[in-house]
């Protein structure tokens, strides 16, 4: 190889540096070879292998969070068996829906170190131009893809009918996709915070902090039109709301489901604690009152009711689908700024 070509190739890999040749004669300058020695696409395709090899290399790791997903479905299934449709099916339901959707971001803090270890490799990598940020943040994201639709698929199958979720197969599907931007939105919130935190300790103290606020605005513990109105704006960033929200939509959202009826209204009231005769004379009180006959089968609360009194009507449940996938680019796009202005690493 000539000399001339062999210093512009290590120039462009950052193993040398362009100047002049002693004596006044010209050398090749920094115009005349190129920043990187692939293009952008090169570097994606390349970083991909790398990554998928790697991670070949102890499957133990994917192997771990498919068990943990699974046992978690296994424990909320057999916890929540085939749930009824009565106000305390409801309660339940709420509650199946608050663990479940919370789960999803949980589980993904095991993406935590992977940047925070590879930190050092990064910089020595990109201080030698051997790749692009951008290219680094893109193939981070093909790779982090497709594991998360195999634990979306295992969730969804392990829980959606033990518990007895309603639908068909339509609303199975909007249930593994919510899951899946779950996860998508998580696996990006964390890959952020590990660009931003020093060490793996803290992002896991920052990023269980965190969750349990997103959890604690999300609509479960406190309904959006309870929470006070100099703390709603954190309620609109709380990742877990939105897929909260939409399975809330997807579950209640049939015309023809009832979820009260009758004597049922009188669950959790300590009307309820009394005999059924007692109860029958209050609902013919109520059916005298009302100038409607109220009977032991009359429907007093459907889907839309429950809706309603959870306050979770204010978004549509494929617009929460849409912004939780949102969520998971402008994490990621979070993330390569951080990797731009983070990194003062260049060769000189």
Known sequence: MPLELAIAESVSRGKLVAGRVPGGGSAVTESSVPTFA?????????????????TGRIPELFMMRLVT??????????????????????????????????????????????????????????????????????????????????????????TFWAVGLAGGASSFLFFVLIVLASFWAGSGFVTFLSAVVPHVM?????????????????????????????????????????????????????????????????????????PEAVKMKVLEAISATLGTNVTADTCVATGADVLAQQAVMDISKWKCLLITVAWGFFFRVLFYVVLLVGSKNKRK
Not at 38 to 54: A, H
């Open 202 to 274: 803290l992002g896991y103290t920052v990023v269980v902090a965190i969750l349990a606020y997103f959890l604690l605005f999300s609509g479960f513990f406190i309904t959006r039109d309870r929470i006070p109105d100099y703390w709603i704006w954190f309620h609109y960033l709380s990742l877990v709301k939105y897929p909260y929200q939409a399975v809330l939509q997807n579950e209640f959202g049939g015309a023809s489901r009832c979820f009260s009826r009758g004597v049922q209204m009188f669950d959790r009231t300590p009307i309820g604690r009394m």
């Open 38 to 54: 692939n293009p952008p696409w090169t570097e994606v395709w390349v970083l991909i292998k790398r990554s998928f090899t790697n």
């Open 69 to 158: 997903i699974m046992v978690t479905g296994f424990i909320l299934a057999t916890i929540f068996w085939r749930l009824d449709d009565t106000p305390k099916g409801v309660q339940e339901r709420l509650g199946f829906f608050a663990m479940a959707m919370s789960t999803m971001f949980y589980v993904c803090a095991d993406a935590l170190p992977v940047f925070v270890q590879e930190r050092h490799i990064y910089l020595r990598e990109t201080a030698h131009n051997a790749y692009r940020r951008i290219s680094y943040v893109l193939a981070n994201a093909v790779v982090a893809f497709p594991p998360l639709v195999l634990l979306s698929l295992a969730f969804a199958v392990t």
